[in-house]
């Protein structure tokens, strides 16, 4: 961990560059871990990065996976040096966030909220202290940012939720959540790209797809992605 | 000249499509898939002289019984099932002719776990993001998205060369296949959240495969590994071998379906070179784990390696 006291822009920028620590997982994998909690600018240093790898490609790398707060970059060890292989990911590692926290141009989800499409939106507004309208309105208001996909293909981890409807999971998960459900789990939300079992609360539903084969990429969303919400009454 | 086909007279426990995987889209939460064990997978296509990137069947505990309506060349490595060909005997981990129509039937398996079949000229199912390889859970890739079915009938692709120049492939190279193995891992990346004595609680095994254990990963039952700071850390992404380890303090060993990430704490992986023989275990098998050095995991990889490039080279 870095020990300056960030004052001036390059103090800030020797902090942020001290601060991963790269852990071999495996003999095929390594893991840059930056600072070990949920944050916007924690989450850009590792889409930067991951960014950063696929614009200069290198054989024997077969897959970089930002997360959270991390990246990850599987690569076949008989077709790359794994020092070699650390002494780029460093130098990479080095380099702060080339994109603001959520400065894309967001993706607008349209959601049908509540009844049959949002069975836990009751649930959900006990939880907030509120009505149905105003946990939708909180829920639409906020700008949020895709930090991962993960779970399942297309399912991207958004937050973050306001703390007032950040309701937890259910105690009990349903044994099948439509494709589509638009979903809130504490401090994260996000859509159900296909029918599955899962605990989240389920608050409303929208007719885009988050995963689909036909379109270029598959994925609607990717991580650094803005999205915003809003409601409506017919698609 | 037409490509063709396996029909599928009894499907087994859980028959699917595998290539090397689905890599290049986990960013997406698009799992790899592929074999369980890769050596043999390799080992099978090797043997019938098919490319790296063609398509066997994996074939799990039970295995199917297939109809081939032309001639073919095929072989099967990994698990140790009795074969037939109609009613006669055919060899384990060597390539022999399938002749047309005939029936290719998996009995008893008295080793192993998992039996690649490969068939000159491959498994032609259509390639979904750049793979052939079934992804069960989420119903992506292979034959429909799923395990082969009775009364289903798989397109093969064009064999490579006439039969009669097939050599008959020795079967120089075989995995140490058994029901009690000892598998080498990398300790991490989270080490440092575990009591310090839980890799040696980890090599103290065996750990038993339980019934719960499938292609996404093995729910192992034997020494609890004690966490120090909870068992809940921030999602992550998770290789094939991780052995993830739950509030529970019994590992799971994550395999060729596990999801693109995961949120328990990481004790160790299992090196590359032996991800295939912990495939080879059953549920109710046992499986030791030994930590081992960055280097002996390459060394090992290598000689795998040059295993399957010695019997790729017999042309």
Redesign the interface.
Known sequence: MATIVPHTRADVEAAMRDDFRI???????V?V?FE???DPLINARAVAM?DALRASPQGGI?????????V?I?FD??LIE?DRLLDRVRALAAVGPSRPGVATRPVRVPVRYGGAFGPDLADVARFAEATEDEVVQLHTSTMYRVF??????????MGTVPSRIAAPRRSTPRTLVPAGSVAIAGPQTGIYP?ATPGGWQIIGRTSLKP?D?ERP???LF??GDAVQFHAVDQW | MIAGSVFVLRPGLQTTVQDMGR??????????AGPMDPFSHRLANALVGNPRTAATLEIALLGPELEFDDERVVAVAGAEFALTIDDGLAPHAQAFVVPAKSRLRFNARPRGARAYLAVDGGFDVPV??GSRATHVS???GGWMGRALRRGDRIPLGLASSHIARKRRRPATALLEISPSPVVRV?P??DGHRFAAEAIDALQSGPYIVSGESDRMGFRLRGPSLRHTRGAD?????V????LQVPGSGQPVLLMADR???GGYP?IG????ADIGISAQTAPGDALAFRVCT?AD??SA??AR?RQLMAVEAVL
């Open positions: 852990v071999p997982a495996g003999d095929a994998a893991i871990e070990e909690r949920i991951a077969r897959d970089i996976v930002p997360t959270f707060r991390s990850a599987y060890p008989l794994h991962m996909l993960g779970f399942l293909p297309g399912f991207a981890y296909a995963f084969l990429g598959a994925a990717a991580p | 890599w290049g889209f986990q960013s997406q939460g698009v799992p790899v979904v993001l989420s119903g992506m990398l991490g990346p850390t921030i999602s992550d992404a290789p094939v071998g991780s999801q693109t990430t990481k992986t299992v090196i590359t960055a995991a390459l990889l290598i390696e």
